[in-house]
């Protein structure tokens, strides 16, 4: 089983509008609920390609109960830690007339001690047959910078590898503690980061995607003339979505101890087929993957 853990989940809430205008009623032609957050989004991916999967994290509220049943109904299965406070939403209002988007996001619940105690127990109960862990995305107001840090190593003293998906004081913190595979979230003014210690770390790069191991330095592209060229070049999904697909791919890799060759391939051609909608193509990513250049370490 893979867990994947989203601490600050958000329910995106799309409306679409045949016009907009600022100051006036406006009427909504459709609305569509999703259950947002990195995390989840790999949970529904993972599920695609067959993986036993169970999202968990925090949520809270009626936004936390409909993110539950969105996740239900991609056939994902959950195990959230209850708070009290309502988790965020994101509103996402498409004015057609347009095409322009507006986007209105809610503050992050704030995590209470107590919340975060029964958080550590309850994701202790999961790591007792799971094959690997999923940390990743944001934390929510109230939780300290280190709250990756000891997720890590509760999962190291499980003997549970972590793919660690972060930024900033939360990356920091958990890359201390060993995950098997980091992929960075770099911000403005943020350093490239290094490989410390035993793990891996993933990096985008123009036309791919580069892995430092403690073997060497591996490379990945789709080749040249190939739909979807690179993770990076995609005119279809946004780089959101991209990046959701690509962390995606890496997390079987770790999970059932594949070589880096298949891991790459898979990671890269997943994240090249992945559709506007976040959905996997499974005829173009099986198309995809033959044509997946992966260089090794010396070569």
């Known amino acids: 089983m893979i867990v994947t853990v989203t601490l600050n989940p958000a329910l995106h809430v799309h409306y679409d509008a045949d016009q907009v205008t600022p100051g006036a009623a406006n009427r909504v032609g459709r609305v569509r609920n999703e259950a ?9 991916l993972l599920h695609t390609f067959g993986h036993d999967v169970v999202a968990a994290g925090l949520a809270g509220g009626s936004s936390g109960e409909l993110i539950r049943i969105e996740l239900a109904k991609a056939g994902v299965a959950t195990q959230f830690t209850r708070i009290g406070a309502e988790s965020r939403r994101v509103v996402r209002i498409l004015d057609r007339s347009s095409g322009q988007v507006t986007s209105l996001e809610e503050p992050s619940p704030y995590i209470t001690t107590e919340e975060l105690g029964r958080l550590a127990a309850d ?13 990743c995305g944001s934390l929510p107001a109230g939780l300290p910078p280190e709250t990756y840090g000891s997720l890590t190593s509760y999962a190291a003293q499980a003997g549970v590898p972590v793919v660690l998906d972060a930024g900033g004081s939360a990356l920091r913190h958990g890359a201390a503690r060993g995950p098997a595979l980091v992929i960075p979230e770099l911000a403005a003014g943020d350093a490239q980061p290094r490989r410390d210690g035993p793990g891996s770390v993933v990096l985008a790069v123009p036309h791919g995607v580069r892995v430092l191991t403690a073997a060497g330095e591996w490379m990945a592209e789709v080749g040249p003339g190939h739909a979807g060229a690179s993770p990076g070049d995609s005119e279809c999904a946004s780089p959101a979505r991209l990046t959701d697909a690509l962390v995606a791919g890496f997390v079987p890799g770790i999970a059932l101890s594949w070589s880096w060759p298949d891991t790459l391939r898979h990671a890269v051609a997943l994240a090249a087929s992945v559709s506007a909608d976040g959905e996997a193509d499974l005829v173009k990513y099986e198309a995809l993957l033959t044509h997946v250049a992966v260089t090794a370490p010396g070569s």
Do not use: I, S
């Not at 947002?36 to 529904?44: E, H, K, N, S, T």
């Not at 994701?123 to 940390?135: E, H, I, N």
């Open 36 to 44: 947002g957050g990195r995390g989840l989004a790999v949970a529904r």
């Open 123 to 135: 994701y202790r109960a999961l790591l007792d047959g799971a094959t690997a862990v999923l940390l």
